[in-house]
């Protein structure tokens, strides 16, 4: 592991047992319904163990994978990654009926790595997604679902280059203006224009439900203004992490927004009811500017705080 984190990664999935890989103490927060799991006998049992027999001959298929020093109150040396656990859907995925096919698994992963070893791990995996490519997604979608690409310029695998905290600068000054937005417009300074930080022709990918969309009004169209909508007062930026690696940056929240259900949601009503949300952004900057976000959303937790079970209406939907 303190060689090349990402090919130990492919390792763990296709052969390993861990033990070089993941410290033995370690502690992974997973995505709804896995949440936290303490120790690498846990995590195997009901983590890793579960995405192996669930989909066959599952291997990693990486799209961006950047290590960096934390900057956050915690510190330390993380990996982050977007990958996708790639298999044929034979049995039963945390409860998840399936589908028979090929799926692609998308996952957000940030690894907080020390001495050799992972000692913490925060992982979104899009279940929402794989009930998408099953034809049983209980949510409507606002943008288009496709599976997320790999970066524009193909270079988002390990770039260890110089430009890091550039990268990361452009990202936070593009979130430090976002937290103030006008309540008719649903706009915020330094987002577009001359002093913008996001490029003209941006690409959005966002999870299920959300989908992916092109350019400013595409991102604000699909998700900006109907979550605003949902989530007048939301509060984020509570990010236990983030890094920047050449032109690419990722920061991460555990949960990350806080909020009240103040609008109807992909087709839930509003109960004024206080949720949180779980998020992971990841970016790739060009001429001081992001032209692509990947973001992965803990949806399954989400709809669970607001008294849904995906997994429950999506096998209905099958049967």
Not at 74 to 83: E, I, L, S
Not at 126 to 140: T, W, Y
Not at 168 to 181: D, I, K, T
Request: proline residues 5%; charged residues 20%; glycine residues 10%.
């Amino acid at each position: 592991m303190t060689v090349d984190p990402r090919n130990a990664l492919q390792t763990l999935w296709t052969a390993g047992d861990g033990a070089d890989v993941i410290a033995e103490d370690a502690v992974f927060s997973v995505a709804w319904p896995v949440n936290e799991l303490v120790g690498r006998d846990a995590i195997f049992e009901s983590f890793i163990t579960p995405i192996r027999n669930a989909l066959a001959d599952v291997h990693r298929r990486d799209l961006i994978f950047i290590g960096g020093d934390n900057i956050r109150e915690q510190g330390g040396y993380w990996c982050a990654a977007v990958t996708h656990y790639v298999g044929n859907f034979t049995k039963p995925l945390f409860g998840l009926l399936p589908s028979d096919s090929l799926v692609f698994l998308r996952t957000g992963e940030f690894y907080h790595i020390e001495n050799g070893q992972i000692t913490e791990a925060k992982i979104i995996f899009d279940l929402p997604d794989v009930m998408h490519q099953a034809g049983c997604l209980p949510l409507p979608s606002l943008g288009t679902e496709i599976t997320f690409p790999a970066p524009a310029t193909q270079d988002g695998l390990c770039p260890q280059t110089e430009g890091g905290d550039a990268s990361l600068n452009v990202v936070q000054r593009m979130l430090g203006a976002l937290h103030v937005f006008d309540p008719v417009t649903k706009t915020s300074a330094s987002q577009t224009g001359e002093d913008g930080t996001w490029a003209d022709d941006m690409m959005w990918y966002g999870p299920a439900g959300i989908g992916s969309n092109y350019r400013w009004e595409g991102f604000s169209k699909d998700h900006r203004v109907p979550f605003l909508d949902a989530f007048p007062d939301r509060k984020g930026g509570n990010h236990y992490c983030r890094i920047g690696d050449a032109n690419y940056a990722a920061v991460s929240g555990w949960p990350s927004m806080t909020m009240t259900f103040q609008g109807d949601y992909l087709g839930q009503p509003a109960d004024g009811r206080a949720l949180t949300l779980r998020v992971m952004d990841f970016y790739r900057v060009a001429d001081n500017r992001i032209k692509e976000n990947w973001v992965t959303l803990d949806y399954g937790d989400l709809f669970a705080q607001m008294g849904r079970d995906l997994i429950a209406e999506a096998n209905a939907l099958r049967n």
